[in-house]
């Protein structure tokens, strides 16, 4: 039998339409979100990703700016234009695109951003909230899938999730967010021993490890849900997932397809969380780091979510 395909593309434009009619009602109120990007160095994929998050923006009515610094830039002048753009009550949200040139510390310019602003989630203090269970930005891979999830009405609490992969940006928060919802939660990752005994336990399995082909269908359980992060880009230019579609599809009962999976939702719920910036920002004239302002204003919002 086939797996059902979970169609990231389709949720993704219903969640941009969400976005737009939320970004109307802000600009209604005469507050336009406004994202600002920060890009260093030139290689092509960060130029690609920048762009793309700069459409998505376009679409939604979201203003955008894009701050491009060359390659050699010093790590101050990066932390110099993050504290302008702290500063600026008309930029809600704040996103760096990762990597970053060697000589700057993407932990020192993450951690510079104000936590209201940094609508990636990786921000100490919106890592913790997470963790801690607190309302919070989220990072947006993680809580895409989770809006898969929901959207497919797959059932979380109680069952068996499995992550592949323990990054700061996808395995981990994605980890934190399935336990949220109650789910049972195992994190592989490159060191553990007899990764196929671990998957084929899941009935949630989400693969974010940037290995092509890693997940064989004899590592899924028969009707379980798979969930693919991976983008690899193959020799011949094509872009494929961590899981082996074509075979795993015929086992699974549910899969995300690469590309049109978990990449759009990303995207999205960069999109979600700079509205959501803006909405926050715009009931307080001063935005305060942890203030308790904040956190009771954020609560409010992820209890409408
Ligand atoms: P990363 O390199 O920071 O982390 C990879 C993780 O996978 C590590 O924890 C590592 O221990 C684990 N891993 C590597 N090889 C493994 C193996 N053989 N067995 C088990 N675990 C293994 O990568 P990342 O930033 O988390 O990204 C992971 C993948 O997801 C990449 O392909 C990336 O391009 C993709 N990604 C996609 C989106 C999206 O929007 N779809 C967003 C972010 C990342």
Redesign the pocket.
């Known amino acids: 039998m086939a797996a059902a395909i979970i169609d990231g593309r389709r949720l993704a434009a219903q969640v941009r339409s969400e976005c737009r009619e939320r970004v109307q009602a802000l600009v209604s109120a005469r507050i336009t979100p406004q994202l600002a990007v920060v890009l260093a160095g030139d290689e092509p994929a960060s130029r690609i990703y920048v762009q793309n998050k700069l459409k998505a923006c376009e679409e939604v009515g979201v203003a955008s700016t894009l701050h491009a610094l060359p390659h050699d830039a010093a790590e101050e002048d990066v932390l110099s234009l993050i504290r302008a753009l702290n500063a600026d009550p008309h930029v809600h949200g704040i996103l760096v695109q990762l990597p970053l040139p060697p000589q700057i510390s993407a932990q020192r310019v993450i951690f510079t951003i104000e936590a209201t602003k940094d609508v990636d989630g990786f921000h100490l203090y919106n890592v913790g909230a997470l963790a801690a269970g607190e309302p919070t930005f989220a990072p947006?891979?993680p809580q895409?899938v989770m809006r898969l999830l929901d959207a497919a009405a797959i059932p979380i609490e109680g069952q068996h999730a499995v992550v592949?992969?323990?990054?700061?940006?996808?395995?981990k928060p994605m980890a934190m967010m399935l336990m949220r919802r109650h789910a049972t939660v195992t994190v592989?990752?490159?060191?553990?021993r007899d990764?196929r005994a671990h998957t084929l336990q899941a009935d949630i399995l989400v693969v974010?490890?940037?290995?092509p082909g890693?997940i064989k269908a004899d590592m899924v359980r028969p009707g379980g849900t798979v969930i693919d992060?991976?983008?690899?880009r193959l020799p011949d230019g094509s872009i494929v997932?961590?899981v082996d579609f074509a075979a795993v599809a015929t086992k699974a009962g549910h899969i995300t397809p690469?590309p049109g999976?978990?990449?759009p939702?990303?995207?999205a719920m960069l999109m979600l969380n700079t509205v959501e910036a803006a909405a926050a920002q715009s009931k307080f004239r001063r935005t305060w780091q942890c203030s308790e302002e904040w956190h009771a204003q954020n609560a409010d919002l992820q209890k409408a979510r």
């Open positions: 947006c891979t895409g592949v992969g323990a990054s700061n940006i996808v395995g592989c990752h490159v060191k553990t990764l974010a490890a940037g290995r890693l992060v991976g983008i690899n997932g961590d690469v999976g978990v990449g939702m990303t995207i």
